[in-house]
């Protein structure tokens, strides 16, 4: 018995150490569950994946509140329990990361992980991570120490039946304030991630703390103060005025005071909290369907190539096993091409992307992953961009074909939409829907500023350089963006 058991484990040890791909097992049940704003493929229990589901869009809509538009789709992979995310939590290291959950905001969407039989655990850092995608894409600049007093503000909340908890205490941000010493309030004021002593990748610094209880405080305290915020906020952004100062005409008391006040705060040890009823949050539904195993290695595959790019050797063997069992698999096709391209492998990717667009059908995805690519690859060539052009270049042609596809079947891809504007940028007709698509992806992005430098290009092409200057005085340089501040200033003075 103990032989056997001793060799069970020496076989474990040894999958686990040779870096082999662990595909799922052949008898994995997945299901997908479709809700308004997010796609869900789960391997543990239909009411469970559906009580998850639920909870991520209610979150959404008490955060994100009514009438935003999300710029991109949200996949959420939920694992049945420790042994099936295992794999897919593997760090850099080969190592699995000491987490229940996973938020990564890329060019393609969001892509979320959790573990269904880890309690409330994984919910926070979803929430934070959540929080600061829906912040990022609505305000392009917010100080440091808002986004994440708000990101670990919202991590807290939880859902209990029909109701919704906001604004529980963050406990180890509570016991650190107990413990120790606060940093001085202009230093978290004016915090950076350049600075010293910021460290996001650990989220227990004294930094945090400070941010949070900074932010609870002005939330929770009073509703007067809570009515302030967002007039301090906008004074901030503007940024004429020292912080400080600012803060003392906002709320009529000074930093030595709110330091004391904070003190008190966090020693009294009696945080407020919002309570909302489900009918605040509005009903969601969901559709549930079950999935071929071509289907989820598919998600899975593109699940670890997004949320840990490193492992794209793993993610290519979900998308060929994928693909085995279903040559028609659209999306493994696409995806494995990216793979290929990334690895300078273009003809075999070439192959894929085709199949891929022969057998989309009215999926978006192949079209869309097609049509980017294609515009990078544009890209990256430098083509002549301070003159107007005298022909459309046939790659710029084609990636508009395939983006154009990918928008009438999926509207709301604010990627699509800019980088559709780029292939019209070199279009001598083109100006005018390039101006549009820019402007249509700028509503969706506000904080990119590389959309906003294309459409400085476009302005310029349409001999509009009033416009193209407004852009740069009052979109580019406030951002402080200097990458992009620069080349536009150069367009601005090159392109006659
Ligand atoms: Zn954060």
Redesign the pocket.
């Known amino acids: 018995m103990i032989s056997l058991l001793a060799a069970l484990l020496l076989c474990l040890l040894a999958g686990g150490a040779s870096g082999e791909t662990t595909l799922p097992p052949a008898d994995d049940e997945w299901i997908r569950v479709t809700t308004p704003h997010f796609s869900i493929v789960s391997n543990a229990r239909q009411g469970a994946s559906k009580e998850i589901a639920l909870q991520l869009e209610r979150f959404r809509a008490l955060v994100e509140g009514e009438g935003s538009v999300s710029s991109r789709p949200s996949t959420i992979v939920i694992f049945r329990d420790e042994v099936s995310y295992w794999p897919y939590k593997m760090n850099r290291q080969g190592k699995p990361a000491n987490v229940a959950g996973h938020f990564a905001s890329t060019r393609d969407g969001n892509y979320i992980g959790v573990n269904a039989d880890a309690g409330e655990t994984p919910y926070s850092v979803i929430f934070?991570?959540y929080t600061?995608y829906l912040l990022n894409q609505t305000f392009a600049q917010i100080p440091l120490w808002m986004?994440?007093g708000r990101?670990?503000f919202f991590s807290t909340v939880r859902m209990r039946g029909d109701r919704a908890e906001v604004g529980r205490p963050v406990e180890h941000h509570v016991r650190l304030l107990r413990q120790r010493k606060m940093l001085p309030l202009d230093q978290v004021f004016l915090m950076t991630t350049k600075s010293p002593g910021y460290n996001?990748g650990t989220?227990q610094g004294l930094f945090y703390a400070q941010s949070w209880v900074l932010y609870h405080y002005l939330m929770m305290n009073s509703a007067e103060q809570r009515r302030r915020l967002p007039f301090f906020l906008r004074r901030m952004e503007e940024g004429d005025v020292p912080t400080e100062t600012l803060f003392e005409s906002t709320y009529g008391y000074d930093f030595e005071q709110l330091e004391k006040k904070l003190k008190l705060y966090v020693q009294a040890n009696m945080f407020n909290f919002l309570e909302y009823r489900d009918r605040d949050l509005g009903s969601v539904e969901s559709q549930v369907q079950p999935m071929t195993r071509a289907d989820y290695l598919h998600e899975l595959g593109d699940y670890l190539a997004h949320v840990t790019p490193w492992r794209a050797e793993d993610a290519a063997a979900h998308f060929r096993e994928s693909l085995r069992l279903d040559p028609k698999q659209a999306r493994s096709h696409a995806s494995l091409a990216r793979l290929l391209e990334d690895e300078g492998k273009m003809l075999e990717a070439n192959e894929h992307y085709a199949a891929a667009i022969e057998n989309a059908g009215e999926d978006y995805f192949p079209f869309f992953a097609y049509g980017m690519s294609s515009v990078d690859r544009f890209l990256a060539r430098k083509p002549k961009i301070f003159a107007r052009p005298k022909q459309i270049p046939k790659e710029a042609l084609a990636a508009r074909g395939l983006l154009a596809r990918s928008l009438s079947l999926s509207p709301g891809l604010a990627e699509a939409h800019y980088a559709l504007g780029i292939t019209f940028l070199f279009d001598p007709n083109g100006i005018a829907p390039a101006i549009e698509a820019f402007e249509t992806a700028r509503e969706m992005m506000p904080t990119r500023m590389d959309v906003v430098y294309y459409e400085v290009l476009a302005c310029l092409q349409a001999g509009d350089r009033k416009s193209a200057t407004a852009l740069i005085e009052q979109v580019l340089e406030p951002s402080g963006e200097k990458n992009w501040v620069q080349p536009a200033r150069q367009a601005l003075s090159s392109f006659r």
Do not use: F, I, L
């Open positions: 934070h991570e600061h986004n994440e990101a670990e996001e989220r």
